[in-house]
């Protein structure tokens, strides 16, 4: 116990700065009131669904929790059922064997919500494209507020996604 | 030599490894199969072709591991009844992809004692097969979910619970059925396929340089594997050497995604034992690799480094010495961090004795890479064949026969200890000179490439007609270990499954590909 716990002190604080929200990222107008994003920006549930990736963004949703980044510093955390989520964060390409999958995940997320498209594949279907066994990109299957390019997106590109889906945006 | 008593007449194939390529008659295959067994041979990998546009009918291609040589067996089968004999009698592994081969070519093994759809959920229908050379490639179906025939466990007190697609953690989708009494599980099934992606099709609307990025997809967490098993198989049909300074960057590419790999899933291991700071303290060392990936080869996974004729990004002395402060730096925190997992009583009592795979029932499933070398299969491509540079680097192999979670945590400690001495010979010994060689742009032929990646190895097969990808396959080891989940989650407790299965750490997305 004293070796781990000196480990804890000797490695320190690590965490960075958070980047900011980024309007680029943004595909549709902010669809919520200023009173719930108030409350999502305080404590954010998300569940990270891989509706048919490669598995690389998932590696880098990961890495969010790691002491560098510590996403649940700032109130956002990974919870294991959609019925306890305000976010869907999704990597793609959706495949045709997930569609249903999806769909439920997203039906069975209370509203109001918000869905975030992760990576190449999850904003416009990538290097897999459209074919017999993937629908491409998120949006073909469910409605989709913010996607963050990238293959896959850095752990700050993935945060600044997530915090600009919950800011109010331009023109609110 | 052993392949030698096989009666095949083999050709050998030009490349990084040693290859060889026969033809047999389907009725010869079963024979074939006992033979490689009997020589301590292995299945590595199954697929299929459809050769009716040349006037012939289908073929069944078999990659087989034998005498630490890859001996691809293609056996031609008839266009309108192609069938060939079921190679599971003799090597398990080849069960579910026997059933994947059905699902997209249409083609059967005879006898097979399995004969349910693996791939093939409703996305397509049962008379319908995608990779069928006569199906355009945008060609889609209407999506009708079909159910599937679990096994059923019955007795007092047994039921069932259901697990994902959609699973609680972030980890990737598949189906896990178990069927317990109390908290002990009786038994797991395992049901895959939801990331069929389709990348074989994918391929066959390639050219042969722009395949290496979708072999670099093929699993993200493989991609160094993957990139350079594919660039392996396109110089081999090129007839076409890397220069000697891009090997040795891929092999450092490699052990980077290696050490980066295990670091992730002991901090994984830890969490899922209840020990939350073992996840803090390995990510952050994951995290400080990564940033070094991004800075010296502009990825932080090493995506697109390893290009067909050699690899992207050069190094340069600066960079050398940045890798070697990293080594060191890392040896120091691992030596701590380690002996506080090993004095961990409360972890080592999740990991001792947990999800037992032994290494009889280990030889029997054919498992593979790490979770084979814990269960006392002495399986590396790294280190039989071996392939330069690791030739020259002389990779120790760790080996444990416990085959519990406990051995696969112990294996990947000694693994990233050997990585990290591979890394510092690497930038010590590596030679000067180009670090890519251009590769002719309209090649025929077919080439194969072997790799042994952090999870073992993977295979990528290719055939090229003027350029173009004719018909590509990338085999996950994933294929040989799944299996061996099943049976090591049995007689143990529920809640336990978590960290067997972060101990084997399989791909879902290699497997469905």
């Known amino acids: ?172 | 030599m052993a392949l030698e008593g096989l009666r095949l007449a083999m050709t050998a194939l030009p490349g990084g490894v040693p290859a060889w390529h026969a033809r047999a008659e389907p009725a010869r295959l079963r024979e074939l199969a006992g033979a490689i067994a009997a020589r301590a041979g292995r299945l590595a990998a199954l697929w299929g072709s459809d050769e009716r546009d040349r006037g012939a009918g289908f073929a069944l291609h078999a990659a087989f591991v034998v005498d630490a040589s890859l001996l691809w067996v293609e056996a031609p089968l008839d266009a309108e009844r192609p069938r060939y004999p079921d190679l599971a009698a003799t090597f398990p592994c080849a069960d579910r992809m026997q059933r994947a081969l059905r699902d997209l070519l249409g083609i059967e093994a005879e006898g097979a004692y399995d004969q349910r759809a693996w791939l093939r959920h409703g996305a397509w229908p049962a008379d319908a097969f995608p990779l069928r050379r006569d199906v355009p490639a945008g060609e889609t179906w209407p999506n009708q979910v079909e159910p599937y025939a679990f096994v059923q466990v019955e007795g007092d007190g047994v039921h069932e619970i259901p697990v994902g697609p959609v699973h609680a953690g972030i980890i990737e989708p598949g189906h896990f059925r178990f069927s317990i009494v109390g908290e002990k599980v009786l038994r797991l099934e395992q049901r895959l396929g939801y990331v069929h992606k389709g990348i074989d099709k994918r391929f066959e609307s390639m050219s042969v340089i722009e395949g290496a990025r979708l072999a670099g997809r093929v699993s993200g967490d493989s991609t160094v594997a993957y990139a350079w098993a594919y660039s392996m198989a396109a110089e081999s049909i090129a007839q076409s050497t890397p220069p000697a300074r891009a090997l040795w960057m891929r092999a450092l590419a490699l052990e980077r995604e290696r050490i980066a790999n295990h670091l992730g899933d002991l901090g994984y291991l830890g969490n899922d034992g209840g020990l939350a700071f073992g996840l803090a303290q390995f990510l952050r060392l994951k995290e400080d690799v990564l940033r070094l990936n991004a800075r010296l080869f502009g990825h932080r996974y090493l995506m697109d480094v390893v290009v067909p004729g050699g690899v992207a990004r050069d190094l340069d002395p600066a960079g050398g010495e940045a890798l070697l402060a990293q080594c060191a730096a890392l040896e120091a925190e691992l030596a701590v961090v380690r002996d506080i997992y090993d004095d961990h009583a409360g972890l080592q009592d999740r990991f001792l004795t947990c999800g037992i795979v032994s290494p009889e029932l280990a030889a029997r499933l054919g498992v593979i890479g790490l979770a084979g070398r814990a269960s006392g299969q002495p399986w590396d491509a790294r280190v039989a064949p071996s392939f330069e540079p690791y030739d020259r680097l002389a990779v120790n192999m760790k080996l444990a026969r416990a085959g519990d979670v406990a051995a696969r945590v112990g294996i990947r400690f000694d693994e990233i200890a050997e990585s990290i001495r591979l890394i510092r010979s690497i930038v010590e010994q590596i030679p000067g000179g180009a670090i890519a060689t251009d590769v002719p742009g309209s090649p025929t032929g077919r080439g194969i490439g072997w790799v042994e990646g952090w999870r073992g190895e993977s295979i990528v097969a290719l055939e090229v007609a003027d350029g173009r990808i004719r018909r590509a396959h990338a085999h996950d080891p994933s294929w040989q270990n799944w299996p061996a989940l099943e049976h090591a989650v049995i007689g143990n407790i529920v809640p336990d499954f978590p960290l067997i299965n972060k101990s084997f750490n399989l791909s879902y997305s290699g497997q469905d590909s």
């Open chain 1, 1 to 172: 116990m004293y070796r781990l716990l000196k480990q804890i002190v000797r490695t320190g604080i690590k965490t960075e700065p958070p980047p900011s929200a980024d309007e680029a990222l943004r595909v549709v107008q902010q669809r919520l009131k200023a009173e719930i994003l108030g409350v999502f920006a305080g404590s954010l549930a998300i569940r990270a669904v891989d509706a048919g990736s490669c598995n690389g963004c998932e590696l880098e949703i990961h890495m969010l929790n790691n002491p560098y980044y510590n996403l649940e510093g700032l109130g956002i955390k990974f919870v294991a059922s959609p019925r306890h989520a305000d976010m869907l964060l999704v990597t793609g390409p959706v495949s045709r064997n997930m569609e249903v999958a999806l769909r439920r995940t997203y039906d069975a997320t209370p509203e109001p919500k918000l869905v975030v498209a992760v990576g190449d594949c999850g904003c416009t279907g990538g290097v897999f494209g459209e074919s017999y066994a993937s629908c491409g990109r998120v949006a073909n299957v469910i409605p989709v507020d913010v996607a963050v390019p990238g293959c896959p997106p850095t752990p700050i590109a993935l945060m600044q996604g997530i915090l600009t889906a919950i800011s109010a945006g331009a023109g609110r």
